[in-house]
């Protein structure tokens, strides 16, 4: 299972599956974090949390513990 956390920076993935329960799974979503959806990874801070992503044409920022529960093809 490759999770968005393990992605490198400027690579473009497709989201295939959402971990998490409740609240967390609810709160990814609301970012816009769906099933199907596409992010591309724009750069990683210099200690390696949080991640810059682009998605559904607005920037994100994204801690690595959030982004493990992020499955991707």
């Known amino acids: 299972m490759k999770t968005l956390k393990d992605v490198g ?3 473009t ?3 295939s599956r959402l971990h998490g329960e409740g609240p967390v ?3 990814i ?3 816009g ?3 199907g959806g596409e992010i591309h990874i724009r750069k990683v801070a210099p ?3 949080p991640m810059e992503l682009n998605l559904r044409g ?3 920022s ?3 513990s959030d982004a493990e529960m992020i499955e991707i093809q």
């Open 33 to 35: 974090i769906t099933k």
């Open 9 to 11: 920076v400027g690579e």
């Open 25 to 27: 799974k609810r709160r």
């Open 13 to 15: 993935v497709t989201v």
């Open 29 to 31: 979503m609301d970012m």
């Open 58 to 60: 607005y920037e994100l």
């Open 47 to 49: 200690l390696g949390d």
């Open 62 to 64: 994204l801690r690595k």
